[in-house]
């Protein structure tokens, strides 16, 4: 015999199957939409909502650097300082994904900030500087990258920057320098005036709590790694975290390299280093009538883009695989690389468009 208790329908599945009748209801009047879309409108920064954030401010840092403070919706896991983030933004009618070092410590009402430097003819960084306002949203995605400290710290910690290098570097400092115990930074970049977060930089100094070094090229020329050994006399007894352009990097790894020291270097590129270029060739765009002409040495991204195809894109550097489409046939060259990757139809083939150029005629699944 079934008592009355054993026929009691527990009160959680009772609200469960009244959510799921209400859940197929509003889907019936919100046709041809989904309810989502209209809960996205009344709470943009919902759990469960594709993940955004809202601007809550924009304050200029130096003449072309900007710092965009955000609070993320309720899906934000959280970062580690050192590590980027990638950010969508609407420009002109496409969205454009770009990744920036995040410049804040961990903060209690959940803000992030990230630092961008203006680059010519850069169109989400020009947008970044000139037209983001308080109160809009911008899309985003989790935080990644290990370009970060280990915990315990260092004893003993260098830092060499350039440019916007400073970046993730800052974001460092300001969580963690009260655990470090000795640390020099040794940035470079054009002029006093032009030094991110460079008046903060120098208090840092002048209360002792860590050795700075400028480097002004406009007077002393580009940072000679000859002459670091005198800046910092037990460079080998440091931990080194060196972030910048491309050529200071490629020169920082092959001195470390040469002294030996390689497994006491960390990096960070901004741009992915690139091959030789190869002879170009003709992209085919599937689904589209686009079909253009590229050099070898031109991402299939940046072609694409040039023609008005829009792209998915994220770090465009080869690291976050946000570019990736089917090479449905044709060659392409990795840049970073020189290889060579041909396909014909049916054989599944992806490619990263950021970092893969024409290598000859070829046809992206887009």
């Known amino acids: 015999m079934t008592s009355t208790a054993d026929r009691t329908v527990p009160a959680a599945s009772i609200r469960a199957g009244l959510r799921s009748r209400l859940w197929r209801v509003a889907e019936t009047l919100a046709t041809p939409r989904d309810p989502a879309h209209y809960l996205d ?15 809550v401010d924009v304050r200029p840092e130096t003449g072309d650097a ?47 900030s990230i630092t961008a430097k203006r680059v010519p003819d850069g169109m989400v960084s020009a947008h970044l500087a000139q037209h983001l306002r308080p109160g809009e949203l911008v899309h985003l995605d989790q935080a990644c990258g290990d370009f970060v400290l280990p915990d315990p710290a260092p ?65 002393t020329g580009r940072l000679d790694l000859g002459e670091l050994a ?29 002294a030996g020291l390689a497994d006491r270097l960390r990096t960070e590129r901004f741009r992915t280093a ?44 080869g690291i976050c695989f946000s570019c990736v489409l089917p090479l449905r046939e044709g060659s392409v060259r990795d840049l970073r690389t020189g290889e060579v990757t041909t396909a014909a139809p049916g054989d599944g083939v992806l490619v990263q468009t950021c970092v893969s150029a024409a290598a000859g005629a070829c046809d992206i699944d887009h």
Not at 182 to 201: P, T, Y
Not at 291 to 308: F, K, M, N, Q
């Open 274 to 317: 690139l091959a030789e270029p190869g002879e170009g060739g003709t992209v085919r765009f599937t689904g589209t009538d686009t079909v253009v002409e590229s050099d070898g040495a031109t991402p299939i991204l940046d072609a694409g883009e040039g023609a008005g195809v829009l792209m998915p894109s994220g770090c465009r550097m």
């Open 155 to 219: 004893d003993k910690v260098l830092f060499i920057t350039g440019g916007s290098g400073i970046t993730p570097v800052m974001g460092m400092l300001r969580s963690g320098i009260d655990r470090l115990h000795d640390v020099v930074l040794v940035h470079s970049e054009r002029s006093a005036d032009d030094v991110i977060f460079g008046d903060e930089l120098r208090a840092l100094a002048a209360q002792g709590r860590l050795r700075l070094v400028e480097q002004h090229t406009d007077r």
């Open 230 to 258: 005198a800046l910092v006399p037990d460079l080998a007894e440091r931990e080194t975290w060196a972030c910048g352009p491309s050529g200071l990097l490629d020169a920082i790894e092959e001195h470390w390299s040469a």
């Open 66 to 112: 900007v710092t965009v403070v955000l609070r993320p919706g309720a899906g934000w896991r959280g970062h580690v300082p050192g590590q980027y983030v990638r950010v969508g933004l609407d420009v002109d009618g496409v969205r454009r994904w770009r990744s920036y070092s995040l410049t804040s410590p961990p903060a209690v009402d959940g803000s992030i």
């Open 41 to 55: 409108m009344l709470n943009p920064l919902r759990g469960g909502a594709d993940l955004r954030a809202r601007v």
